[in-house]
């Protein structure tokens, strides 16, 4: 169980987060929804310690993250950037496998790279983009090619920032039954960022929404429609008016 | 501006020059006890092998070859003024092995494989790569900075004593075709000069160097703001850095060995 407790981070005078509570818990799928730029990245960020919270605790199976052995606690995280994140310098089958070709997890390289292969398959890339390099793919490729990086070892805990974010409507179905898959199947814990309204619903077993820096409204996704959260119902409407400023 | 403001502004000037040769310094140890430890990446090691000593030899040869030329020339024109012609070959020499040898190439290093390093690690911090990096189990400071670090500290040297030679060459070549020097005393009144500790003096200065514009690099990058903007100030940060740290390292090398 990953459990945030009142964490808060500011960049500078920029407040983002302001005490954040959220429970995710073990083998089950969070998707985080809010407004740009109110921070979804950000937590993320700090439970992984990418970013480090200026207060608040985060306990990783009741562990505090900051204490835990840096090597074991990454090696059962996988991440999707927003942006993917490929490392340019590498072929796509040496990003997917980049986590198999060293450290604690290596196998010989053609084993790795069959792996990658399959896992490109996964997010529906033929084999013949394993051997290009990331800036030869477009936009929502390189997304697909984060993704498998970012489930080629198969980590416990996986976190999607905005996985379907520039993917066609199909392609982007596929990848949420990916998802759904991964969580249902090998039983990872999953916590995903999306914007996309069809994605939430496909994917989550629970929402969160952040807003103001805190979670403004967190359940059961069945009772996303019905709650009478007037922020949650004027984002999933996406209506204009309503007591998130729209136009600052 | 009152008394109290500017002594305040100096006093924060000072102090943040003082915070920054703190965290360069702290930077440096890491990266040297990052060296011994393992895992070691030799592909990138290999790498960067390649990019920051057999790339630079073109630009490293021609500086030097012109900068030998040009010595001989002064040397020359100069020495005319009381009869002292005939040094040419051996202040060439001194000069070449002692002083432009290792500062020109520790700056062409800085010009050309400091920016590079800062500009990539700057550009892979702004796109998120160096945060994968670490999600992925890797240590930034050993995949990314130790292999350039030592492949400068290694290769460096080599470069200024091919610098050094082609150095001396640009003079030999100047002095016999064009001053009247004959070919075969030249060579040998180089050879008789230059003493052993004037080659190990060179060798260590060029580990120094290529120590620092590596480190500068890797350093600036790695404290890359976000954004285009801050990939260029990251660059433009990192080599003024390094060529100043190593025209100020010369000084204080030549200070311990030449000055006894
Ligand atoms: N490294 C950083 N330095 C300074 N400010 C930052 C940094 N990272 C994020 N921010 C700021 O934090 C705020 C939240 O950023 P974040 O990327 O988490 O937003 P987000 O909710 O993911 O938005 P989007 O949906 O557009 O991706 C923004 O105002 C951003 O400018
Ligand atoms: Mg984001």
């Known amino acids: 169980m990953i459990a945030l407790t009142q964490v808060k981070k500011s960049f500078d005078t920029n407040h983002v987060l302001r005490g954040v509570d959220l429970r995710v818990e073990t083998g089950t799928s969070t998707v985080i929804i809010g407004g740009s730029g109110t921070g979804k990245s950000v937590l993320l960020k700090c439970i992984l310690g990418l970013v480090t919270p200026d207060a608040g605790t985060i306990t990783l199976d009741d562990q505090d993250v900051l204490r835990a052995d840096r090597d074991t606690f990454l090696a059962r995280f996988g991440m999707l950037f927003q942006g993917a994140a490929l490392f340019d310098s590498l072929k796509v089958w040496e990003n997917v496998a980049f986590r198999l070709l060293r450290g604690s997890l290596k196998r010989p390289k053609a084993e790795a790279r069959e792996i990658a292969i399959e896992k490109l398959r996964r997010v529906g890339l033929k084999p013949d983009v394993a051997d290009k390099f990331p800036a030869e793919l477009s936009g929502g490729m390189q997304k697909r090619v984060g993704l498998a990086r970012a489930i080629a070892a198969e980590p416990e805990i996986i976190f999607f920032d905005e996985p379907t974010t520039g993917l066609d409507p199909i392609m982007a179905g596929v990848i949420n039954e990916l998802i759904r898959e991964i969580v249902t199947e090998m039983g990872a814990t999953a916590m995903t960022i999306t914007h996309d309204m069809s994605s939430v619903r496909a994917i989550a077993d629970r929402v969160a929404m952040l807003h103001d820096g805190v979670i403004q409204w967190e359940g059961p996704v069945a009772q996303l429609d019905t709650s009478d959260d007037p922020y949650v119902s004027q984002f999933i409407h996406g209506r204009a008016d309503g007591p998130i400023e729209a136009v600052r | ?260």
């Open chain 2, 1 to 260: 501006m009152s008394p109290a403001a500017l002594l305040a502004a100096l006093g924060r000037t000072v102090l943040s020059i003082l915070a920054g040769i703190g965290r360069v310094t702290l930077y440096a140890l890491d990266a040297l006890s990052h060296i011994v430890r393992p895992p070691f990446y030799g592909r990138e090691f290999g790498h960067a092998l390649l990019t920051v000593g057999w790339l630079s030899l073109p630009v490293v040869g021609l500086t030097a070859l012109f900068t030998g030329g040009a010595l001989a020339l002064q040397i020359y024109a100069g020495g005319a003024r009381f009869n002292a012609e005939a040094v040419v070959p051996q202040i060439v020499a001194i000069g070449m092995v002692r002083e432009l040898g290792p500062v020109l190439v520790g700056l062409m290093i800085a010009a050309r494989v400091t920016s590079s390093i800062a500009a990539e690690i700057a550009t892979m911090k702004v796109t998120e790569q160096i945060d994968a990096l670490v999600t992925l189990s890797t240590h930034p400071m050993k995949y990314l900075t130790v292999p350039r670090v030592l492949a400068a500290l290694i290769v460096v040297p080599m470069l200024v004593a091919v610098g050094d030679v082609i150095g001396i060459f640009g003079g030999y070549a100047v002095a016999t075709q064009t001053l009247g020097f004959n070919p075969a005393t030249y060579l040998k009144n180089t050879a008789d000069f230059l003493e052993p500790f004037d080659i190990i003096s060179s060798l260590i200065k060029g580990a120094a160097f290529g120590f620092i514009a590596a480190l500068m690099g890797c350093y600036f990058g790695m404290r890359s703001g976000r954004g285009a903007q801050g990939v260029g100030r990251a660059t433009k940060g990192s080599v003024q850095a390094a060529a100043i740290l190593i025209l100020a390292a010369n000084f204080v090398l030549t200070g311990v060995f030449f000055s006894a």
